[in-house]
């Protein structure tokens, strides 16, 4: 009955899915989820307050470093169908350090219905699903960030109206954001361009991956410039994340160039979507005209991560 998830085999929980990596799923699923995210998102905009799927359930979420949209899109997200979520952070959990993860994995399942963790070490996600007979929702890891590819994909088919046909252009470093992105070009037909500075590039067995058989197809380019021309969406990220806050200074030298900037987004044209994944840095990875520009969505893709958890949380607790 073991389930392969990232890789490893993992068993699955006693009732629903963990949700630890985009390559667990079909396209078809992840299709599937999507759709439920748009349904959950219409209830809730027209103000019916009927729509309680996870009334008598409980969330517990655990982050090991400081969080606004992951923290509050899940808490908002589950308390708005009924659910109740608790917040556990570094005060109270120290995974693997105060307690072990899997012992912390058994207690949480035998109170909560679902455990929303942000952990950074990819191993620490997989151990946490392996114990605990309560599906596991990845909040993000220092590997992948699969709900806010999710969002992501969410906004730019409502923006679009499709995402396969579409070129996704990310301009900085190959980080979780970009091989969850290729991930998801594994599974759906687009061109996904990382646009990075030499040294920085995106894991290249992950982009192997998709090449070698994967729906979409996924390109590495040096030439920010070149690789916006066409591009349906720009995204960005900022250039050194919580964990890189000591190399932030020569980052910023190395990334000179891969500013998106008005310049860069005439360069991709009138009707590409500036995409960014939040917290932004106004002035360093992207400026402050492009993120209030005519091209923005960044609110709009923020407000997604809650509907996209939604439709997610409601797959895993198999109440879709
Ligand atoms: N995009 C994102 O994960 O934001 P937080 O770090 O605020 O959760």
């Excluded at 590495?220 to 190399?247: F, I, R």
Aim: aromatic share 8%.
């Amino acid at each position: 009955k073991t389930k392969t998830y990232s890789g490893v085999g993992v068993d699955p929980p006693a009732k629903g899915h963990h949700f630890l990596h985009i390559d667990d799923f079909s396209k078809e699923e992840l299709w599937a989820m999507l759709q439920t995210s748009i349904k959950v998102k219409e209830a809730l905009k027209s103000g019916d307050n009927s729509y309680k799927p996870f009334a008598g359930l409980s969330m517990a979420m655990i982050f090991t470093k400081p969080s606004m949209r992951t923290r509050v899109s899940f808490e908002t997200g589950f308390f708005k169908l009924g659910g109740h979520a608790i917040y556990l952070g570094p005060d109270t959990i120290q995974i693997g350090k105060r307690e072990a993860t899997k012992d912390i994995a058994r207690v949480l399942c035998r109170y909560n219905d679902v455990i929303m963790a942000r952990l950074f070490a990819h191993e620490d996600i997989l151990e946490l699903a392996q114990y605990s007979s309560s599906p596991v929702v990845n909040g993000l890891t220092d590997y992948n960030h699969p709900c806010q590819i999710m969002a992501d994909a969410l906004t730019i088919i409502e923006q679009k109206g499709r995402i396969e046909g579409t070129k996704v252009v990310y301009v900085g470093d190959g980080n979780n954001i970009v091989h969850s992105w290729i991930r998801l070009a594994a599974k759906f037909d687009f061109e996904f361009v990382c646009a990075c500075p030499e040294g920085y590039e995106p894991d290249p067995a992950t982009v192997a991956l998709v090449n070698e058989g994967g729906a979409g197809k996924v390109m590495v380019s040096h030439n920010p410039l070149e690789a916006v021309k066409g591009a349906d969406v720009v995204y960005t990220d900022v250039w050194a994340s919580m964990g890189q806050k000591e190399e932030a200074d020569l980052r910023k030298q190395k990334f000179q160039g891969f500013q998106v900037n008005e310049e860069m987004m005439a360069a991709a044209g009138p009707e590409a979507l500036f995409l960014h994944c939040l917290p932004a840095e106004r002035g360093i990875e992207c400026t402050d005209g492009v993120v209030e520009g005519p091209q923005s969505v960044v609110f709009q893709e923020a407000e997604n991560r809650m509907h996209a958890q939604n439709g997610i949380l409601l797959h895993c607790l198999g109440r879709a």
